[in-house]
């Protein structure tokens, strides 16, 4: 057992000016993470407090959040990690729809238009399976693993600054596709990830490959995207008898 | 009030609604589909599934063979029809997934790999790693981006349906964003809300699965079935509850108890299998109801362990290696190492039976149509039945896939069929005023989290693994006073964006009902079968119970029990066989 003293941001947009902080003592279990304190506090102190959970297991994506400053899943950030006070706030660079709830809108629409679905170089067999090997799979294997958290975008110091910024996550899973030997639909996705807002916009900072809880490397995806755009300038322009 | 209007609106974006969504827009483009979840779909609970969904593929098995599996892990309470069509939908469906891109796991060939499963006589379990619900939620999501046709409606919180002249004309839902309640004016309604696990106080199930979805329809007077037949996993971590797949067992985990003995060759499960050498349907891979009441009957023998969590017994996947645990089953490792401190390749893992699945839900037929016309249920909401009185692991995944399509068949059919009264206005305004009442409330005496421990309480102590005619009684009474006390809750937080007070106060409406079903449902049945256990009465009895139970809606009194026939068209009752001497 351990108090642990929490500093949630709070903002109810209908009774709040601007967002302040608010202080709880919590006793904890040790093994806790942060979400199993805002559960005490939400059933024993205050149930106005506003966010978002679901799975208590890393996999649903819905509690990302910062603690002391950085983006993390509230189900994964361990009190034992934490020694002093804890500040939890809404994710970075989100609008704060209230408490620790966030407008994901942005990037559900990106999400659609870098097209993530299967665009299918072939017919589909009849009534069996495209055959894929192990090291075929192997290939995008990573980027199908993103939890849409948003971490990576409030780590990411681009986006905080060009919100029309595609983003870590929606360029990894646009990546993902390309990258699956079922797959013929990279000229389809060319168009949203070539762009200037498209993986060109990152600088190469790596913090959200850093902060991603699914070791999904969003920053080695908008490399790759990156090489493979400069090869299809380059077959294009100057050596345009190369393309198919 | 704002009004949408659709063609078929769907509550729920899990597996089920996803593709039942997917499935109208392909056949008829220029329906309007209104999808609605109250969380965005790749948090629906389907992400948490790990282990993988069951279909005949492999040349060495056959459709008989799931058959009989499912029946027999039903404990003949399955409708042998429904399973007919459901296993030979089944690998149509899981190949349509891989046709959308779904990164199922591999053989060598590059054919899809199989995996086996509790209860399952042979490998049939297709698998995408320990994350296979995951790889199938995101699969169907990204998928649904590409119809225009399917208006999402993120973080809406269904309410109510609206029923006028005995069809189902449309729904309510508060748009969580503001709070405000939306008029949906459909045509038809799918309901895909999943379970309601969180009934209990130890479950696998995150804090979404509060059977609203079950509770919508109950309330709009479509009973609900076989509510008593609740599924304990066997393998949660004591700490959470979170779950560690059964693919553990699956992969050559087995069981220990605090003498290191492999305790299931004591419960008709035996002889014991060589370690790493997994043999199906036998041992570890028993079905969980039986697994489940091993671990009680260990416990009464002071045989489990003791953790700072209670009771546990000792899962064992040391001898399977660094590489295979890296490879087969990695969110496991994470897991026990996160939640529990517990490295699987170097320590076994304490594990304790867990609340897992509602075999029960809204009654459908075989084509996911409730009673109430304009109205179908698919997925964990939803009984057909293929579950019977156990759900066989990885049976349900391939159900959502199934009966989801099903469902949207059967709705487009009935929206060809014809009109439907106009209106719904006054009801929607009813619905409306009454989330209002309840949010405006003041003078009330009880509180959410109040209620919702002591119900959590009464499941827990009454309604678990084992049950008896005088724990049910006391439950029931029990429930039956917590309906009363909630209309007297009143809420803290009486504001309009995002109100999760209201949330949960609403959330614990369903519970309540969907609990006061299962315990009435449970006193009702006066038998051992399957997931549900009496000690009162201990045998299987076919004469009476070979039936399912329907739980009809009475207002404020409690549900009035009924039976139906299950339907037998080939497999008799009979002796469900996990020993290693079946053939
Ligand atoms: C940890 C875990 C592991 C599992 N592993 C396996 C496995 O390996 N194999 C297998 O076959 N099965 C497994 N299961 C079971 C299986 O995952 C579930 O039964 C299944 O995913 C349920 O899917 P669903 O589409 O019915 O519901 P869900 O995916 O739970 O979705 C329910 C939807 O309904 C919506 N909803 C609910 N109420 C409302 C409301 N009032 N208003 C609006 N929307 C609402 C939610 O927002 C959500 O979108 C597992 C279950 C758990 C918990
Ligand atoms: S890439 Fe990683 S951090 Fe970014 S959304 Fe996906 S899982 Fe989260």
């Known amino acids: 057992m351990r108090q642990v003293e929490l500093e949630v941001l709070r903002y109810n947009p209908e009774t709040d000016r601007e967002p302040h902080f608010q202080r709880y003592a919590v006793d904890c279990q040790e093994e806790w993470v942060v979400l199993d304190a805002l559960n005490h506090v939400k059933e024993t102190l205050d149930p106005t407090l506003s966010y978002r959970w679901s799975c208590h297991m890393a996999v649903c994506g819905s509690c990302g959040m910062m603690v002391n400053g950085e983006p993390k899943l509230a189900c994964k950030a361990f009190l034992r990690d934490y020694p002093g006070v804890i500040r939890v706030e809404p994710l970075r660079h989100f609008p704060v729809e209230r408490d620790l709830v966030t407008v994901i809108d942005d990037f559900v629409a990106k999400l659609a238009r870098v097209k993530p679905y299967l665009i299918p170089k072939d017919k589909a067999p009849e009534a069996a399976e495209f055959r894929q090997t192990p090291a075929q799979l192997k290939r995008y294997k990573q980027f199908t693993l993103c939890i849409n958290c948003m971490l990576c975008y409030a780590a990411c110091p681009e986006y905080g600054l060009i919100p029309k910024y595609l983003g870590p996550a929606a360029i990894a899973l646009a990546h993902r596709w390309n990258r699956d030997s079922r797959d013929g639909g990279r000229d389809a996705r060319q168009e949203e990830l070539a762009a200037t807002e498209g993986a060109w916009e990152c600088s190469f900072v790596g913090a959200c490959s850093e902060v991603c809880p699914e070791h999904v490397d969003p920053a080695g995806a908008i490399q790759q995207v990156k090489i493979e755009s400069t090869v299809d300038w380059y077959q294009a322009h100057l050596m345009p008898w190369t393309k198919k | 009030m704002e009004t949408h209007s659709a063609d078929v609106a769907i509550i729920g974006a899990g597996g089920a609604g996803l593709r039942a969504a997917i499935a109208l827009a ?69 190949l349509q997934l891989e046709h959308w891109g779904c990164p199922w796991s591999r053989e060598a060939d590059g054919s899809v790999a199989v995996r086996p499963f509790g209860g399952m006589k042979k490998q049939r379990t297709w698998f995408a790693a320990d994350k296979s619900g995951f790889h199938i939620l995101h699969t169907l999501f990204q998928t649904s981006l590409q119809f225009p046709s399917i208006q999402r409606f993120d973080e809406f919180y269904a309410t109510d349906l609206l029923v006028e002249d005995g069809r189902c004309v449309g729904l309510t839902a508060i748009e969580m964003r503001s709070g405000q309640m939306r008029w949906f004016d459909a045509r038809a309604v799918i309901i895909a809300g999943g379970g309601a696990g969180r009934m209990f106080p130890f479950t696998t199930n995150g804090a979404i699965k509060t059977g609203d979805g079950m509770a919508l329809a109950y309330r709009a007077g479509v009973p609900l079935k076989d509510m008593e037949f609740v599924q304990y996993h066997p393998t949660g971590l004591p700490s959470t509850g979170t779950l560690l797949t059964e693919a553990c067992r699956g992969e050559g985990g087995v069981l220990l108890n605090k003498n290191g003995r492999r305790f299931l060759q004591d419960y008709g499960m035996g002889p014991e299998t060589p370690l790493g050498k997994p043999v199906l349907k036998t041992m570890e891979l028993g079905p969980r109801d039986r697994v489940s009441q091993a671990f009680w009957h260990e416990q009464r023998k002071g045989n489990a362990i003791a953790t700072r969590w209670g009771d546990a017994m000792l899962l064992d996947m040391r001898h399977l290696g660094e590489k295979t645990i890296n490879e087969r089953l990695p969110l496991v490792r994470d897991m026990s190492i996160s939640y529990m401190g517990v490295d699987p390749v170097t320590d076994p893992v304490p594990v304790r039976p867990v609340v897992h699945y509602m075999m029960g839900g809204i009654h459908t ?65 009813a619905a409306q005023a009454r989330v209002r009442e309840l949010v405006q409330r003041t003078g009330g005496t009880e509180s959410v989290a109040g209620l919702r421990k002591e119900m959590m309480q009464a499941m827990e102590e009454h309604a678990g693994i084992y049950r008896s005619g005088e724990g049910l009684a006391a439950a029931c009474a029990k429930l039956g006073e917590l309906r009363q006390r909630y209309r007297r809750i009143e809420l803290h937080d009486k504001t309009n964006v995002y109100n999760t007070d209201l949330l949960q106060a609403l959330e614990l409406g369903s519970m309540l009902d969907c609990a006061e079903a299962v315990v009435q449902s449970a006193a009702a049945r006066k038998e051992s079968r399957g997931a549900h256990q009496r000690l009162d009465f201990p045998g299987r009895d076919d004469r009476q119970f070979l039936r399912h139970s329907l739980a009809a809606y009475a207002g404020e009194g409690p549900p009035r029990v009924s039976y139906r026939d299950v339907v037998i068209t080939r497999s008799p009752p009979g002796v469900r066989d996990y020993s290693g001497g079946h053939e």
């Open chain 2, 26 to 94: 392909q056949s008829a483009p220029s329906l309007r589909i209104a999808l609605i979840s109250k969380v965005y779909p790749m948090r629906s609970h389907t992400c948490a599934a790990e282990g993988g969904a069951a279909g005949v593929i492999k040349p060495d098995d056959s459709l008989e063979h799931h058959f009989n599996d499912t029946v027999g892990g039903g404990d003949w309470l399955s409708d042998q029809d429904a399973v007919d069509y459901f296993i030979r939908e089944a690998p149509t469906e899981l």
């Open chain 2, 365 to 429: 037929d075989i084509n996911a149509a409730t009673s109430l016309p304009g109205l179908y249920a698919a997925g964990e909401c939803a009984c057909v039945s293929i579950n019977g009185a156990n759900r066989l692991g990885s049976n349900s995944l391939t159900e959502l896939l199934v009966f989801g399509r099903r469902a949207a068949v059967s709705a487009l059919e009935y929206l060809q069929q014809g009109g439907r009264p106009a209106g719904g206005a006054a009801l929607a305004e």
